[in-house]
């Protein structure tokens, strides 16, 4: 690792203030991503600004809305006793995600920015178009068992790794960002972006923002929700493939739902045509068999990946078929 | 079952409180940290280096590569092609035979300091084509030429092809890492010509040896210090280059040299568990009866190297069968040399055989323990010996009842639980009991302490704790008041911790030189009036006292008799092996493990919902560090079943899943019920406690019996480990 600087930032303005004037530097929260990637040379800034001081901790409960601070710690959001009740599915999520140790460190805004798991990113001698541009995908042809099987381009095939952005995906959430030119909203379903023919880009975030909370509109989903996910051991590893399923149920019909996808895409894959399909349907297997069938209709598969399609739709369906049942 | 068989692990507090020191802890004034640089490609040389900006980066001592290194003596001389391939002669010169193959080493005053020099160095190379992919080398195939690397034959060669039932089947698997939490480390410093080295070793002796050949000294000038291991699994049988290169670091510099393998080098330099396709003809008459066996293995090998293991071994003698052929074959591609990994060819083998015993069973309708009780070997047919024990029905009897076997349908899906497929199934291991010359010094204090000194290593099994429970049960002296001073030269000379041999060899070297000890304590307080007239069998050495076996009044104390004959200590140093008795019989532990899995077969989750691990080891020294490790070994073997490989790129010649996030071991949530169960019955034959051996055949027979389970609940015969979720789904055609 080479050397770098520290600086403890007092506030989120000072914050974007001190990172705006250097060319290569970073803000640190938890750390459990961007340090990883400096041990291992994928990132080398000279200039880190540790945004751990700032007022960005607090989880607000207000009219409409639910405001969670961007330095919330993962393990603190999911064992919120509020938001396990209004939002069981972001709880859940959250609690799939990593290890304890790990939930205890990363917050709610690293998380966002968590970058992918793709082995040929991790690994500095294998080429990767996002890791170093233009160096060609490793994956296209290689080991991809873990790569999209949506929205990916001939430069990348990598997956987004978070399993929280999943559910944050499926429940609407608005992110709020701190730039040099002022605070800005994103919706979440456009904050993390396709790879196209830049997939070195994960996120619309300028490098000089900060992301400072999250919030999630209210919503009926609270009591028939569910997080599944698919992974090749109990704890501990990423996902092969996660559904985040949301049910607003009146007696068994579909008054309406969410379903949104981790381990497909470069992106929480929102699943709108099944969606929309099942909006005013009653509660089936056909139903939902019907609905996993739409999702995974423009699944690709690049050779080792191709048990996703099959997984994929089966997800689909047992998440709904256990947030139905709930 | 004796009174020292449930002592707790001795070192379990230095451990778990941090106390114990591991290689790279030990305090060395003016160490300073190196790291190894690898290479970029698999094959080819080294064009050019650059390694300007490292040498002049702050802190950096030294950087050492193949052009300015000063080659030990022994590299002239590489006739010895175990321990002297290539690479161990590291920095010899241009060639790359392997990924990751160290091309520099970097030394500097700090570990952040040398971390960042080492990421400064840039190789230029002239490429060559490389082959990483046995299943493209295989024009390459051949038998290793030692007497080892014979077919075997029994009767008629290939006779199961004349069989009415006939089962050829192929099984594989991948190339598995050992990777033990402790990563390879070494502090080597010089005093003159003589070496001192902390290193993770699993021999000190064998340590000594190959550092002594490499730098053209005597073994004795070797000094090794291996106390405490953070697992090994294997990898410790081997000298590396890590250690040449730290070696070499230290003697440059004049100061001791500090080396600490990434993580990722791991992966790549230090063995692993090799990539092998297996064979398996098994035939049968229609009521069941096995009338031949053909095992084949072809496994990869280094470039460099030869390497072969003993995968198809147990095809010769666990059956009952005339017609028995096994082949061995190896095939050498660019990747470093393999090592034993835990279990190592047996678990290997053990898949193909017990897979195959499953498949045939079910050919022929039969429990596959009704099919295994019927093929019984009553005695060893390859070498022609009885057993000297053998306790295998009763580990089957174990299983089954703790598993709850009588659940177990024979047709596969028959039997749920809600929407999981319940699946039962259930694989054989076995080890050989082996004992090699061991010497151990058994010393009394006056203090009534207990001393016991042997140079062998404790990488986790408890050998310690066996030393201490054989110690305190053959004196009489409190566990508690047993010193044990292990894993270091100097002492008395143990062997090599591998191949489940350590409590056979140095239990018995325990057990010997503390009956002599108290012969002379007995010898000795017989000199005493008090003791008149008494002969050695009238008297026994009780709880520190010398105590006449009528009268127990009288009595004389070790203390009284130190005193008495000004003795600070009494003390024998014993050599102990093997007898001619025992070449008489053919000695095997057993294992067999049962499985009980869920399947939910839309979305290929297997959970283990019970595991059952029973063996025959004979008589069991430690109840706690023997469950403890077959605990582990069984975990192994599910890693070995279901999660377990090291994918290769062989495009780029490199692994891919080279760290603890993408190279999956299994995690407690994995396993949701484990137990172990032990026969527990002397050998009348191995050794004079009447042990078989444990640490390997704990993980033999786990992965069969989990495809096994998985084929009774899916019906998905699965051969190529690890299982997967992928191989239990169906796949889409694309």
Known sequence: MKNFQIIKALSANSAVTSLSKEADAKFIAGGTNLVDLMKKNITAPDKLVDINGLDLKKIEFLKGKTVIGALAKNSDVASDKEIKEHFPLLSLALAAGASQQIRNMATVGGNMLQRTRCSYFYNTDMPCNKRVPKSGCGAIGGSNRMSAVFGASESCIAVHPSDMCVALAALDAVVTVEGPKGSRKIDFKDFHRLPGNTPEKDTVLDPKELITSVEIPENNFAKNSHYLKIRDRTSYAFALVSVAAALDLKGKKINDVRLAMGGVAHKPWRLTEAEKFLKGKEVSETVFKQAADLAMKEAVGYGDNNFKLTLGKNAIAEALTIAASK | MSKTSNINRVDGFAKVTGAATYSAEYKTAGVVYACLVGSTIAKGRIKSIDTKKAEWAPGVLSVITHLNVDKPAGYKDAKDPHNFGQ?????????????????????????????????????????????????????????VDTKKGDDYHRG?????????????????????????????????????????????????????????????????????????????FGMGLHTWPYEIAALIGSKKLGKPVKLVLHREQMFTNVGYR???????????????????????????????????????????????????????????IDICTPIWMRGPGEATGSFALESAMDELAYKLNMDPIEFRKLNYAEKDQEQNKPWSSKYLLECYEGGMERIGWENRKNEPGAVREGEWLVGYGMGTGTFGCYRSPTSVKAKLLANGNLVLQCSVNDMGPGTATMMTAIGAEVTGVSSDNVIIEMGKSGLPKGPTQGGSATTSSVGSAVN?????????????????PVFKNSKAADVSFVDGNVISNKDTAKRISLVSLFEANKLQELEVENQSKADEEAKKYSIYSYSVHFVKVLVNPKLGKIRLAHVVSCADIGTVISQKTSAGQMFGGAVGGIGMGLMEVLEIDHRFGRPINNNFADYHVPVNADIEKQEVFFVNKKDPISNPMGTKGLGETAL????????????????????????????IIETAKV
Not at chain 2, 88 to 106: E, G, R, T
Not at chain 2, 289 to 309: C, R, W
Not at chain 2, 512 to 528: E, G, R
């Open chain 2, 87 to 143: 690479p161990l002669q590291i920095f010899k010169d241009d060639s790359i035979v392997y990924y990751d193959q160290p091309i520099a080493l970097v030394i500097a005053d700090t570990f952040e300091r040398m971390q960042y020099a080492a990421s400064l160095i840039k190789a230029e190379y002239i490429k060559e084509e490389h082959q990483t992919d046995l299943n493209k080398a295989k024009d390459k195939e051949r038998k």
């Open chain 2, 700 to 727: 033999v027979g786990m992965a069969p019996a989990i495809a096994n389970a998985v084929f009774n609940a899916t019906g998905k015969r699965v051969r190529d480990l690890p299982i997967t979720l992928d191989k």
């Open chain 2, 512 to 528: 010997d030189s503390c009956q002599l000890l108290v012969k002379k304590v007995i010898d000795l307080a017989l000199l005493n």
């Open chain 2, 274 to 332: 090799p990539y092998t396709i297996q064979k398996i003809g098994l035939g049968a008459t229609k009521e069941g009866k096995i009338v031949g066996l053909t095992h084949e293995a072809v496994a990869q090998t280094s470039s460099y190297e030869d390497f072969m293991e003993g995968t198809v071994n147990m095809s010769r003698f666990l059956y009952n069968c005339e017609n028995v052929t096994t082949r061995y074959r190896i095939v050498p």
């Open chain 2, 156 to 232: 008629v060669v290939d006779g199961y092809k004349n069989a009415a039932i006939v089962l050829e089947e192929d099984y594989t698997i991948p190339t598995e890492v050992h990777n033990p939490m402790e990563l390879a480390n070494i502090i080597a410093k010089w005093d003159g010509n003589k070496p001192t080295l902390y290193t993770k070793s699993q021999g000190v002796e064998g340590t000594r040896r190959s550092i002594g050949k490499v730098f053209g000294i005597a073994p004795e000038d070797v000094s090794v210090n291996s106390e405490y291991l953070g697992g090994a």
